[in-house]
């Protein structure tokens, strides 16, 4: 404020934060000394905290015509902004540089040919070191090209806990191809119960292997992009996911909020909170 001009005084403080003057005055309260100003800090924190919440309670209660996703999505939102400003904070670069080389040390302890989650191509994972934390994958192609089998490849092969948001095709259809791929029999003809000689044993063989996979899938059709990322958050709290895969990225319906983009921007926005879902959740996204 001083910077543009301004004087800064407790009106103009809390208009250029968007916050009332009344909650600038409680926190006049606190005496901030060299001594006890991370508790100060921790304070005021939380008090700005509070104050979102509330705010985004009442935008709950006055919404009219909203879905009940939407409401969820914004609470989910409100919930998720508190806890990453509490993940997230300013480091020096003697911290940065600590934990980037015990990172490489373990990284060269390690065992693993690949520093990420192997695809089970192992071309791809000579280039990607395998799916990484934090970072979000795109496979596109044209039209039944085999974007979803290759997924499927993915998770087939996957060998940690791995969530599955299917916004395009039913559990049932997934279990079945994987099937396919697990015991090399026509999908159709297992849609069908078409086996010949042997093959019967070979499905159950396939079967009993894949029921012992750690596999969370959520198959909504349409899904609505906060609902994806809700259930995503869901998994990894519930099932500690290690992995998510999304079939596919342009099948999420907008929230209401971006209902009125263009389509390719409503594709960005969908693309950026896979990127932050990646991130917050510390975990790999394709």
């Known amino acids: 404020i001083a910077a543009e001009g301004g004087l800064p005084d407790m009106l103009t403080v809390a208009e250029d934060a968007q916050v009332p003057a009344s909650f600038l005055t409680r926190l006049k309260r606190y005496d901030a000394w060299a001594s006890n100003w991370r508790f100060v800090e921790r304070q005021v924190r939380q008090e700005v905290q509070i104050l979102r919440l509330k705010s ?19 609470m989910a939102e409100a919930a998720e902004s508190i806890k990453g400003s509490e993940q997230w904070a ?3 670069m003697q911290e940065t540089v600590k934990q980037t080389v015990e990172l490489i040390e373990r990284r060269v302890n390690s065992k693993e040919p690949y520093i990420g989650i ?10 990607t070191q395998g799916f990484q934390a934090r970072r979000l994958y795109y496979f596109g192609a ?13 998770i087939s092969d996957c060998p940690v806990p791995c969530g599955v948001l299917s916004a395009e095709s039913a559990k049932e259809e997934l279990a079945v191809r994987q099937l396919a791929i697990k015991s090399r029999i026509d999908s159709q003809r297992i849609s069908v119960g ?3 000689k042997d093959e019967t044993r070979i499905f159950m063989d396939a079967a009993s292997k894949l029921y012992e996979r750690k ?4 198959d909504e059709p349409n899904m609505n992009l906060d609902t994806a990322v809700l259930v995503a958050r869901r998994m990894k709290r519930l099932y500690d996911i290690k992995v998510l895969f999304v079939d596919y990225l342009q099948c999420l319906s907008p929230s209401a909020r971006a209902s009125k983009l263009k389509f390719f921007e409503q594709v960005a926005m969908a693309s950026k909170a896979m990127k932050q879902l990646a991130r917050t959740l510390d975990i790999p996204v394709v």
């Not at 192997?118 to 280039?127: A, F, K, V």
């Not at 044209?142 to 979803?148: A, I, L, N």
């Open 215 to 218: 596999i969370w899938i959520y």
């Open 142 to 154: 044209r039209p039944s090209q085999g974007k979803t089998a290759l997924l499927l490849n993915f």
């Open 56 to 74: 985004v309670a009442e935008q709950v209660l006055k919404s009219k015509g909203v879905s009940s996703q939407d409401l969820a999505g914004m």
């Open 118 to 127: 192997p695809s089970g191509i192992r071309t791809l994972d000579e280039m």
């Open 194 to 196: 078409l086996f010949k």
């Open 90 to 92: 300013i480091s020096d």
